[in-house]
């Protein structure tokens, strides 16, 4: 049965996709959230027929076949009324007068409303220009229909159109020249094969903190991995194959619920099915929840791993209960949610989970055609020292080869060499297929989609255009910062601080919120917009970006991806481990009057994989650099789940393999003995930072 989307629906009956969702919860037993949502080709007709009358005809129709019971009693009535004039009844009725009058109403704002011209890849910030409101009102309002975006992120199309609409504007989207010359790759691809085949399901684990999912992805790594890998700390490309009965799948082994944000924004759909993982004793938590919408917003098959199954509390039926209160009914209840008990920490459970997912993926019917160009989707990148812009890369359709010429977002590049999960290069990769690329000329964005084209210097046209539209917006958007504050609420741009609080306990954050909303200012109104526990992450960076705020950790961090999105989106983070100076400095900074502080400069984030005991030094952690390096000389703290549990620690040791180094650089294991502790965890993040003093 094919289906049809909200705003493709909306667009053939000429009216807003907003007006046509108001008609179908109104009207239609039917769940739509957002213009993105897809009808069955059944219902789509029933709603053009409420919309155009040819319901009311049907049922009159129906009327006279006798098929309506309860109108045969008036039919008796009617016969006896004198028939209408000829010419009476060629006039129309009531309500199709009605309905000509709304018709030619909306034809006439159609055709008053303004029009904004678009051309290639939209941004956030250009979009919000051409509307003329601010950049955090439209983030804010993409947040309401279930897209996060930052201000300097591609929307799709859809997206961009549907937003306009609501705005009241018409688009005239056309795409760039030069795009369009990059989109002749498809002419190019006339004499390649267009068959489609079988291929692999990309899944993504989502679930409450401390409910099991990376145990769980770790059980089934040991115990699934394709043959290749050893012992020892592994290459982490955040994407990883599984063997099931001679088939693969992949695994997507991104933090929080990251493939579902930053990438649904961009228009991106990597993710094929969603496995939640929900604790047996624990039962559904807020996180759990909001990995349940994104996965909905997404449209994602969900598949629900109740974990803990060894536990003495466990309480699978109250679990499942609490799912079916969320709309994912068991299919032992007579729902279609698969459910299975697992036990991560034995082992059991893991080879019907798997199985599962091999039957969802079959009832899918997955299909890519490899004989393709290439394209796909940014998983994950960073910058190595000894390699460079190094992007994890899951192709979704075509194969990818060494020395292709490809664009990802805004960067260009050519095709160095590729690297699977094992760190064995390899020449190609077909779809579904997780890779490591080397050879780009900066660093793109998770979410990123890239292709590849025709020749590097259509890449590099293309890349170099898409990147001065996004410098022309970063350029309207001016920030509110502490340095800055006194300044602009000078210039009277100011009126109110908003702050987001983020800490390690609840006792600290209302503590900080009382002590900040005691504050009596003259000059500017404090207002705390958010406040929560634990890392600072993504989403609260992009809520920062939409309220022009400031955001204030209390003993907590922001994670690598929230510290990258905010100095690109120029998002103030301020990080305390007393609460008075939080006061201090943001009094000082409405006076004009704060002092000269010491600045961190973050090097690089660690991350502990193994701990070997030595009887004489104490817990050596095998680690391996993930971001920037770490030196004998910094200075390093202890994150452990995004709350620090070590501050301005010391490094004893620091070694590679048996020898002493100065330093070990991203993308390379280590060995580390910190001075005076020893309570190391695995999975622990050791970041190492130097102090530097800086004027204000």
Not at 11 to 39: A, P
Not at 270 to 292: C, F, H, K, N, R
């Amino acid at each position: 049965m094919s289906k049809v989307r909200v705003y493709e629906l909306a667009k053939e009956l000429g009216i807003t996709s907003k007006k046509l969702i108001e008609v179908i919860k109104k009207d239609m037993d039917i769940d739509v959230n957002n213009h993105m949502s897809t009808l069955t080709d059944e219902d789509a007709k029933k709603v053009m027929a409420i919309l155009t009358g040819k319901a009311g005809e049907e049922a009159s129709k129906e009327t006279k076949k006798g098929k309506t019971a309860p109108k045969a009693k008036e039919s008796e009535a009617v016969k006896k009324k004198e028939k209408p004039k000829e010419e009476e009844r060629t006039v129309p009725g009531r309500k199709a007068r009605k309905m000509i009058q709304e018709e030619k109403r909306a034809a006439m704002l159609k055709a008053q409303k303004p029009k904004i011209n678009l051309e290639g890849q939209v941004t956030v910030a250009e979009l919000a220009s051409k509307l003329d409101i601010t950049s955090a009102q439209l983030i804010t309002h993409l947040m309401e229909i279930g897209v996060m975006a930052s201000v300097n992120q591609a929307l799709n199309p859809e997206t961009v159109e549907f937003v306009a609409e609501e705005y009241g504007f018409d688009v005239d989207y056309r795409e760039d020249l030069l795009e369009e010359e990059l989109l002749a790759v498809k002419e190019s691809e006339a004499g390649l094969k267009n068959e489609e085949v079988l291929r692999k399901p990309v899944v993504t684990v989502l679930g409450h903190v401390d409910h099991g999912k990376t145990l769980l992805l770790d059980a089934i790594r040991s115990a699934n991995v394709v043959s290749g890998e050893f012992g020892g700390i592994t290459q982490h490309i955040g994407a990883y194959q599984v063997n099931v009965d001679d088939k693969k799948v992949v695994f997507l082994d991104t933090p929080g619920h990251e493939a579902f944000t930053a990438m649904r924004a961009r228009g991106a759909q990597v993710t094929d099915i969603a496995v939640l993982v929900v604790a047996a004793d624990d039962g559904v938590m807020p996180q759990t929840v909001e990995a349940i919408n994104h996965a909905k917003a997404a449209n994602v098959p969900v598949l629900v791993a109740i974990n803990k199954m060894d536990k003495a509390e466990a309480n699978a039926e109250r679990v499942k209960q609490q799912l079916a209160e969320h709309d994912l009914v068991p299919e032992e209840w007579g729902g279609d949610t698969i459910v299975v008990p697992v036990s991560a920490i034995k082992g059991e459970g893991l080879d019907e989970l798997l199985e599962m997912i091999l039957l969802l993926a079959e009832v899918a019917e997955l299909k890519a055609c490899p004989d393709q160009y290439a394209k796909g989707t940014v998983i994950e990148a960073n910058l190595d020292k000894g390699r460079g812009p190094v992007a994890t890369v899951l192709v979704q359709n075509g194969t990818l080869y060494v020395g292709e010429p490809i664009i990802c977002g805004s960067i260009a590049g050519k095709v160095r060499a590729m690297l699977n999960e094992h760190g064995e290069r390899v020449s190609a990769a077909g779809p579904s297929t997780p890779v490591e690329i080397l050879g780009l000329n900066d660093v793109p964005m998770a979410g990123d989609s890239f292709q590849v084209v025709i020749n590097e210097r259509i890449a590099r046209q293309v890349a170099d255009k898409r990147a001065n539209k996004i410098k022309e917006a970063s350029r309207q958007v001016q920030r509110v910062t502490l340095e800055d504050l006194f300044k602009q609420i000078q210039e009277g741009e100011v009126k109110e601080l908003n702050l987001i609080l983020k800490a390690d306990v609840q006792g600290s954050v209302e503590a900080l919120r009382d002590a900040l909303t005691k504050l009596s200012l003259d000059e500017v109104q404090i207002k705390i917009i958010h406040t929560g526990v634990g890392a600072i992450n993504e989403t609260d960076i992009m809520l920062a970006s939409a309220s022009n705020a400031i955001v204030i950790g209390f003993n907590v961090r922001p994670d690598s991806n929230a510290r990258k999105l905010a100095e690109k989106n120029q998002v103030d983070i301020r990080l305390y481990r007393i609460i008075y100076e939080a006061i201090e400095d943001i009094q000082a900074a409405v006076k004009g009057m704060l002092k000269p502080v010491m600045k961190e400069v973050i090097q690089g984030q660690v991350e502990v994989r193994q701990l070997f005991k030595a009887s004489k030094l104490g817990n050596i952690a095998g680690s391996y650099v993930i971001e920037g390096k770490i030196s004998r000389n910094s200075i390093v703290r202890v994150i452990r789940d995004g709350a620090v549990v070590h501050e301005s620690g010391s490094i004893a040791s620091l070694k590679r393999f048996k020898d002493d180094v100065r330093e070990v650089s991203s993308g390379y294991e280590c060995g580390i003995l910190l001075e005076n502790y020893n309570d190391l965890h695995e999975g622990d993040i050791i970041e190492a930072y130097l102090m530097e003093q800086i004027a204000r």
